[in-house]
T-cell receptor, first 128, second 107 residues
Framework: QLQLQESGPGLVKASETLSLTCTVS??????????WGWIRQSPGKGLEWIGT?????????NPSLKSRVTISLDKSRNLFSLDLKSVTAADTAVYYC?????FGCGETMCYWGWFDTWGQGTLVSVSS | DIQLTQSPSSLSASVGDTVTITCRAS??????LNWYQQTPGRAPNLLIY???TLQSGVPSRFSGTGSGTDFTLTIHSLRPEDFATYFC?????????FGGGTKVEIK
């Protein structure tokens, strides 16, 4: 059974970089046609998709965060990571790693599928 | 981006009741609409995908209908474990977005 587990600091200073990892068990981030992603949830913004990464390493980001976010794979350690730079208090949220059940991008549009596996979530607070 | 508006934002119901939650999209998403359930302190859990397909392991008292811009999630014969918050999510027509949630509370 696929399981995801987030890890990383629970407190980040404003203007610094938030870095989280998601360790995968019961599956492999390098499996052909596998996809992985991050979603966050805050009282102010609700649930917000951050981005999705394909097993090839190609990543797709929420336009509202694209300039600050990087999602990457580490196939040797079977995990994927999130880096969000220049954080502010607005980035305080519970961060979830997720597995999209389907995903695909054509020339002009992407199909994002549904998120059938979620990590337990990790609260990250941004301090001033 | 597609905006998803859920109604009501909260409702009170009793065990055994049938409740219906609505999700309206700002543009057509065809059948590409999914539903999740979230209990306090837990991650959202997928209930229904592609508007009406029940995720494996989800009880049949949950059902979804709709296409285009208007969708509904119905819970028949509410059980105590169904008191939670429900979210819709689009899979197409722009980046995935979520509705604001509907909290189902015990009357």
């Amino acid at each position: 059974q696929l399981q995801l587990q987030e890890s990383g600091p629970g407190l980040v200073k404003a203007s610094e970089t938030l870095s989280l990892t998601c360790t995968v068990s019961g599956g492999s981030v390098g499996t052909t046609r596998s996809f992985w992603g991050w979603i966050r949830q805050s009282p102010g913004k609700g649930l917000e998709w951050i981005g999705t990464i394909y097993y090839t390493g190609s990543a797709y980001y929420n336009p509202s965060l694209k300039s600050r976010v990087t999602i990457s794979l580490d196939k040797s350690r079977n995990l994927f990571s999130l880096d969000l730079k220049s954080v502010t208090a607005a980035d305080t949220a519970v961060y979830y790693c997720v597995r999209p059940a389907e995903f695909g991008c054509g020339e002009t549009m992407c199909y994002w599928g549904w998120f059938d596996t979620w990590g337990q979530g990790t609260l990250v607070s941004v301090s001033s | 981006d597609i905006q998803l508006t859920q109604s009501p934002s909260s409702l009170s119901a009793s065990v055994g009741d049938t409740v219906t939650i609505t999700c309206r999209a700002s543009g057509s998403v065809s059948k590409y609409l999914n539903w999740y359930q979230q209990t306090p302190g837990r991650a959202p859990n997928l209930l229904i995908y592609l508007a009406s397909t029940l995720q494996s392991g989800v009880p049949s008292r949950f059902s979804g209908t709709g296409s285009g811009t208007d969708f509904t999630l119905t819970i028949h014969s509410l059980r105590p474990e169904d008191f939670a918050t429900y979210f819709c999510q689009n899979s197409f027509g722009g980046p995935p977005t979520f509705g604001g949630g509907t909290k189902v509370e015990i009357k």
